[in-house]
């Protein structure tokens, strides 16, 4: 059974910034797409970025210009620099990873608080 592990969230200041990472427990046969989502109090999840094999990636018009995402070496890991943080960007981040044949696994999530 594959498993996700996100790390690096916390608290931190407006304007500040966090690094979340993502590493999965096993290789991942035909993996595909790595990504973070979000969810915060009350609202759905939402894509925040994502990332291909190929190098290809796609974030949400929301954090554009503030956040990255990138890759590891082994392409079994993801990361996700944010940068200019705001209150908005609270949230429960959830790494992502997306077989070519569509089945996603999900990590347990890791919060990120962005409050004085």
């Known amino acids: 059974q594959v498993q996700l592990v996100e790390s690096g969230g916390g608290l931190v200041q407006p304007g500040g910034s966090l690094r979340l990472s993502c590493a999965a427990s096993?290789?991942?046969?035909?993996?595909?797409?790595m990504g973070w989502y979000r969810q915060a109090p009350g609202k759905e999840r939402e894509l925040v970025a994502t990332a291909t094999s190929d190098g290809t990636t796609n974030y949400a018009d929301s954090v554009k210009g503030r956040f990255t995402i990138s890759r590891g070496n082994t392409m079994n890991t993801v990361y996700l620099q944010m940068n200019s943080l705001k209150p908005e960007d609270t949230a429960v981040y959830y790494c992502?990873?997306?077989?070519?044949?569509?089945?996603?696994?999900w990590g347990k999530g890791t919060l990120v608080t962005v409050s004085l």
């Open positions: 096993r290789s991942i046969f035909n993996l595909n797409t």
């Open positions: 992502n990873a997306a077989r070519t044949n569509g089945f996603s696994y």
